[in-house]
């Protein structure tokens, strides 16, 4: 079973940047499909960004198309999520997912196994 721990996050200004960081332990990050979700206070838990086993496939949530970057260092056995272009309303917790389907379901909540702690990002304005 793998554990997932997100890092990275903070406190940002408007139209800053920040990189956030998923860290896998007790199994490999190639062997998942990857995504991030997030979760502003009084909010549901809304999809982010996913990124297929190889990297070769990616999806992204409308509201961070062309400001958010996702990646995957499988050798290193991480996942990132650079976000650029920061806006008050990105301002949520930020979770790691990792989803062990052959199946690419990339924006389904439900289809992630597993799912880290959290780690908060804050934008100001």
């Known amino acids: 079973q793998v554990q997932l721990v997100e890092s990275g996050g903070g406190l940002v200004q408007t139209g800053g940047s920040l990189r956030l960081s998923c860290a896998a332990s007790?199994?490999?990050?190639?062997?998942?499909?990857m995504a991030w979700f997030r979760q502003a206070l009084g909010k549901e838990r809304e999809f982010v960004a996913a990124i297929s086993r190889s990297g070769d496939r990616t999806d992204y949530a409308d509201s961070v198309k062309g400001r958010y970057i996702i990646s995957r260092d499988n050798a290193k056995n991480l996942v990132y999520l650079q976000m650029n272009s920061l806006k008050p309303e990105d301002s949520a917790v930020y979770y790691c997912?990792?989803?062990?389907?052959?199946?690419?379901?990339?924006?389904?909540?439900?289809?992630?196994?597993?799912w880290g702690q959290g780690t908060q990002v804050t934008v100001s304005p």
């Open positions: 997912a990792a989803d062990s389907s052959p199946i690419w379901r990339a924006t389904y909540e439900k289809a992630y196994d597993y």
């Open positions: 007790g199994g490999t990050v190639s062997s998942y499909i």
